[in-house]
């Protein structure tokens, strides 16, 4: 057995490691956090100053005990989880579980994996910072208690099975936000003048495109300036040359490289902190979670030797960049490849990708200038003396840096073109070959995507370089943000040219709005936001939320103790919570559109128990209320009277498909707040008969033989145990139902028109015994209500034939009664 032995998070960075360690080295994994904070109840002393309760993770508990056989058996260990504050807390977090002692414990941090970089942190071996591992806690127990509060004030006052969080319910009104600024935006028209002028320059002609530095709000007025152009003369009247330098960009941070992967190869922000990951670990970048821009001294030697020999030394320019993002630490470096001659490293074709952008932005970073030469011409209009024409022209005359790499930008709507201007002097005529008057509309505010939300959000303070990926991921998850993509609408342009004086118009057609990979908030994401806001103004104040992370900060510097930081929070935050739990309204998002014409009732739109959806009438009336879905794309907030009554009537009118000749009834395909299914029957007739849609199954394309065949269901199998057994479709799929109970068909199961009694059986029988390995909790006093896991293996609250997600942050153990009626969204 060797004498030292090295622990380190993960089993690829291990495998790394050990290459460089000889025989007397041992390298193990702890395969990330051994411990957390305990999942029953809070997990929390709140009565004494915040006590933070560990405990091991039941999946890490075999990992743990392993690890303190090779400890008993090492003189040395040496903790070698990454630099940053949650690599400290694993540190700390295996030296407590392990039991190690200072005297044979050694704590060594790296920004690469190389032989160099190991060996040079062995040889400099450090104690456990303390302070960063307060940072991380204060961060940990501050999240836990925000989620563990906030969450069962969801369930009981908008909807049972949500969650909140102190970053991600920022991130999500950043995108609720600037949804709301895009409804209410009103764009406008104008039209645009450019013009094509050719002038012999030597024994060429020259053509070059200006705009004209005005618009004009109205196709009249617009046609009027073309019409006052015919036959006049164009001059130069001025003449701009302007040397230009352009510096290249930084190396990468976390941000950067995030938006940067985003712009470039369309990863999203996950699969380049994934990629990422493996390129550290496999040795060829170093650490990939950091907000600093530095470089090494031996590092920007390396650079500057291959770019003067690859490129000459003209292209050289040795650059030191500073971080001026508050908290950032220099002593750590930008994300830069371990050997910048290595071009290839991965046979993968991402992580080959990710690692050529990192490595010829390090290259960029510490290359000279490129220099351009901008031409400017201004042309007059004796036909409109406030208005004038703009030339411009570009050319490089050193590449420098744009060599190896050009920065994206957010609004890149097209590749940048090399503009030519002819060196023409003031005074010079120019012959006028086409003008054009296009309609141009105004846009609105662009959404975010991944990589613009990341920009976001460092701007405004708010999280860290370790925490972008997982909010964003987080949101997406919960349902409170989807990211897609929507097809644009068309709409009519008119287009006015003036050619060999004559002028013609033209109407075209324009795709406008479409969006690639973009955020969009759901509507639930919506109501949670506004609810949060209302109530918990402080939490989701940017502001604030900023001075939360500089609060982390002086934590880790050593300039403020945690439990103050989190005392002074939760004193106020509490108490709200408390406020909130008893005064505040539901928040469901209901909006009363109006009336319906042809009954007289309100018509409402509003989050229900399977989403958001118009009712006409109300609960308090002798009729029942009618519903409709809201089909995708279509907002709560944006919906008007007149969609809501179209999607009322059309899916409770329904499609007529036909007629079933052995009852001589008409057949429907419906639309419900359960979903698509057909009907059998008028809906005033006591025996209509309804059957879910089979999934795939759509209403616009079923047939009337699809639909009967639908409606020969529920089958009947047989009988087991005295009791009748028969197949049907309802809201949730496929099921078997048998003395009051149900049992869902799964994918491997024969199809409703097939299964036999035998195998429905056997369907039952594997239930009972999942529903016993299933349950977690019961309670004597009231059997109607009990914790279990569903299908998926999630617990739950299940109540009245219905499943309630328990979210991640509770242990469904230590649930009170109370409170699952409480997540069932139940008074008890």
């Known amino acids: 057995m060797a004498e030292n032995l090295v622990i380190v998070e993960s089993p690829a960075k291990a495998k790394t490691i050990e290459k460089f360690l000889g025989s007397q080295y041992t390298v193990k994994s702890s395969f990330g956090h051994v411990r957390d904070l305990s999942k029953k109840e809070l997990g929390i002393d709140l009565k004494h100053n915040f006590e933070p309760q560990y405990e091991v993770s039941a999946d890490k508990k075999k990992v743990v005990a392993e690890l303190k056989k090779y400890v008993k058996e090492a003189k040395t260990v040496w903790l070698a989880s990454d630099e940053d504050r949650e690599g400290e807390a694993i540190a700390w977090h295996l030296f407590e579980v392990l039991k190690l002692q200072n005297e044979n414990t050694k704590r060594i941090v790296f920004h690469e994996i190389t032989k160099d970089a190991i060996l040079h942190s062995i040889q400099n071996p450090r104690f456990i910072d303390k302070k960063l591992v307060d940072a991380q806690q204060a961060r940990r127990i501050l999240d836990r208690i925000v989620g563990f509060e906030l969450s069962p004030v969801l369930w009981k006052k908008v909807k049972p099975s949500l969650s909140a969080g102190r970053v ?140 003067v020999e690859t490129f000459g030394k003209e292209y050289s320019k040795i650059r030191k960049y500073t971080t001026k993002t508050k908290g950032a630490q220099e002593a750590h470096e930008a994300i830069r490849p371990t050997y910048i001659k290595n071009e290839v490293v991965s046979a993968n074709s991402d992580e080959q990708r990710l690692y050529e952008l990192i490595r010829k932005r390090t290259i960029a970073s510490q290359m000279a200038d490129a220099q351009i030469a901008r031409t400017v011409f201004t042309i007059n209009c004796k036909n409109d003396t406030s208005a004038y024409f703009l030339a411009k022209g570009e050319v490089v005359t050193f590449d420098g840096f744009l060599k190896v790499y050009m920065e994206s930008s957010d609004d890149d709507s097209v590749e940048e073109q090399e503009i030519t201007l002819p060196p023409l002097s003031i005074g010079t005529v120019l012959n006028l070959e086409i003008m054009n008057a296009t309609e141009r509309f105004t846009q609105h505010p662009p959404r975010y995507t991944e990589a613009t939300l990341v920009k976001k959000l460092e701007e ?24 897609e993509d929507r097809i644009g609408e068309k709409r009519k342009v008119i287009s006015i040219e003036l050619h060999n004086n004559t002028i013609s118009k033209t109407i075209k057609t324009e795709v406008f709005g479409s969006e690639k990979s973009k955020l969009f908030p759901t509507d639930i994401g919506m109501v949670v936001n506004d609810f949060l806001v209302k109530y918990f103004g402080q939490i989701l104040d940017y502001n604030f939320t900023a001075q939360v992370e500089s609060q982390f900060d002086e934590i880790a510097e050593g300039n403020l103790q945690w439990q103050k930081m989190i005392h002074n929070f939760y004193t106020s935050f509490h108490s709200t919570v408390e406020k909130t739990i008893e005064e505040s ?18 018509v409402f739109v509003r989050i229900g128990r399977f989403g958001p959806m118009v009712q006409l009438g109300t609960t308090e009336s002798d009729e029942k209320p009618i519903y409709a879905s809201l089909p995708k794309g279509q907002l709560i907030e944006t919906i008007t009277i007149d969609d809501a009554i179209e999607l009322l009537y059309n899916n409770n009118d329904g499609n007529e498909l036909g007629v079933d000749l052995q009852t001589g009834k008409k057949v429907y395909v419906k639309s419900g707040r359960f979903g698509p299914f057909v009907q059998l029957g008028e809906s005033d007739d006591p025996e209509k008969k309804y059957v879910s849609l089979l999934k795939g199954q759509k209403p616009e394309t079923i047939t009337l033989e699809q639909a009967l065949t639908l409606l020969k269901l529920p089958r009947y199998l047989g009988e087991f145990e005295n009791k009748k057994v028969e197949v049907n479709i309802g809201k949730f799929g496929p099921f078997i139902s048998h003395n009051s109970t149900f049992t869902s068909l799964k994918k491997s199961d024969p199809d409703v028109f097939v299964i036999t009694l035998e195998q429905a059986i056997d369907c039952i029988l594997k239930k009972r015994e999942n529903d016993v390995a299933k349950s977690i909790k019961t309670f004597d006093e009231d059997k109607k209500i009990k914790v279990v896991f569903d299908r998926w293996g999630k617990p739950c609250v299940f109540y009245k034939k219905r499943f309630f997600r328990i979210t991640k942050n509770v242990n469904p153990e230590s649930l009170t009664l109370q409170q699952c009626y409480e997540i069932a969204g139940e008074k008890k």
Do not use: W
């Open 585 to 602: 309204e539901r928040g469901d998002g209901e909006r009363l559109l109006g009336i319906d014409p042809k009954t007289g009732k309100q």
């Open 168 to 307: 991600q319910s920022v991130s999500v009104r950043i995108i609720v936000e600037r949804e709301r600024e895009i409804i209410h935006f009103k764009s406008t028209s104008s039209f645009k003048i450019t013009a094509l002028f050719s002038v012999p320059f030597g024994s060429k002609v020259y053509s070059f495109t200006a705009e004209l530095q005005k618009r004009f709000e109205t196709e009249q007025q617009a046609l009027a300036f073309l019409e006052s152009s015919k036959g006049i003369t164009f001059k130069i009247d001025a003449c701009e040359n302007k040397p230009v330098s352009k510096s290249p960009a930084p190396p990468f941070t976390t941000s950067t490289l995030q938006q940067e992967a985003g712009r470039k190869l369309g990863f999203p922000v996950a699969k380049t902190m994934s990629v990422a990951q493996k390129l550290y670990e496999e040795g060829h970048i170093t650490y990939m979670r950091t907000d600093s821009v530095n470089l090494s001294d031996i590092a920007i030697a390396t650079a500057k030797s291959f770019i």
């Open 460 to 483: 405004l303070g708010i999280g860290r370089p370790s925490t972008y990926a997982p909010t964003i991921s987080t949101i997406q998850k919960r349902g409170y943000v989807i990211k």
